[in-house]
């Protein structure tokens, strides 16, 4: 999951990948057309890779490229088709009029990022004052926003303190801070401890941090199949874990280079969001508990403002940052 809010590395790291993970096409493949997807080792894209596997995307296979930096990078720059893109990305994209939309939300967190705290603290409300480390270029931020929100507090009431996701609990094992905010498998580290919990986590903030399957208009333009081809092998996929979780976990652990076993414990902190749900994150219309993606737009602009990543006065139109035609025309 691309986690960190700001991004920058050569789109020439995937035009080598692509080439080199790409074998010739067989006659029988050749009226296929292969998508490039730029990400990182995610457990959220199971879905995707369990569709790859079993071949449900029909005329547009996937082609995973593992990229550690330079995502948002080759998906600007043509190099790759498509790109897994946080909200944040697509705005600043869009702030340097790149056009890049997401079409469709992958996954979104539930309970993989979290606030952890001593048992002490009961309450996001007793966090005012309080020095709080987290990595303040990532999504913790925006998990610890919106809880203060929640609490009618903002990130004025308390001292983010920036360092690694990874340096967290030795800062509150350490007795530097009381409360810090970190995700998996960082959690664990701490909440295994005695006298420390998780006091709040993205499963109470469902829509919040999301993985979002991203495409220039370009691209839409020139493979109008592709994107109702993706969409559905997307969804066939998510069922096929739901009926076939042996055949399934073996293949996402593949995928991960994980076993089985922790690919089944790691799925469990993301959810992949039904057709239901996709609509509702990409139009707003209905009533599910899920932050739509209006919402996410809001509350990651400021976010983006308070870092000063974007101007006050810089507006954003949200029909220029997704697509919802393709969503939305599924059955």
């Given at each position: 999951m691309t986690r960190t809010l700001k991004t920058t590395a050569s789109?020439?790291?995937?035009?080598?990948?692509?080439?080199?993970?790409?074998?010739?096409?067989?006659?029988?493949?050749?009226?296929?057309?292969?998508?490039?997807?730029?990400m990182s080792a995610w457990i959220g894209f199971a879905p995707l890779f369990v569709a790859s596997q079993e071949k449900f995307f029909g005329a547009y296979p996937l082609k995973f490229v593992h990229m550690d930096t330079g995502i948002n990078a080759a998906v600007v720059s043509g190099a790759a088709d498509s790109a897994d893109l946080s909200m944040n990305q697509v705005i600043s994209d869009h702030l340097k009029g790149f056009d890049v939309k997401i079409v469709m939300p992958i996954d979104y967190s539930n309970g993989a990022d979290a606030i952890v705290a001593k048992k002490s603290i009961t309450s996001v409300a007793e966090l005012r004052g309080q020095t709080i480390p987290l990595d303040t270029t990532s999504y913790s931020e925006l998990l610890l926003a919106y809880a203060l929100h929640q609490a009618k507090l903002s990130l004025a009431d308390?001292?983010?303190t920036n360092m690694p996701a990874s340096a967290v609990p030795a800062a509150l094992l350490g007795g530097h801070a009381e409360a810090g905010v970190t995700w998996a498998p960082h959690i664990d580290l701490v909440t295994t401890n005695p006298g420390y919990h998780a006091l709040y986590t993205s499963a109470e903030a469902p829509g919040l941090i999301t993985d979002n399957f991203a495409v220039k208009t370009s691209f839409l333009k020139a493979h109008p199949g592709a994107m109702p081809a993706i969409i559905k092998g997307f969804l066939e996929g998510t069922a096929y874990i739901k009926s076939h979780p042996t055949e399934s976990y073996a293949i996402i652990g593949k995928a991960l280079g994980i076993s089985p076993a922790d690919a089944k414990i790691q799925y469990a902190q993301v959810i992949n969001p039904s057709l239901a749900d996709m609509k509702y994150m990409m139009t707003g219309k209905g009533n599910l508990k899920i932050i739509p993606y209006k919402t996410n737009v809001t509350m990651v602009r400021q976010l983006m403002i308070t870092q000063g990543q974007m101007k006050p006065t810089q507006k954003i139109a949200e029909p220029t940052l997704f697509d919802a035609k393709f969503v939305t025309s599924t059955h």
């Open positions: 789109a020439a790291l995937l035009l080598a990948a692509t080439t080199a993970l790409t074998p010739a096409l067989t006659s029988a493949q050749a009226a296929t057309t292969p998508v490039t997807f730029a308390v001292k983010p």
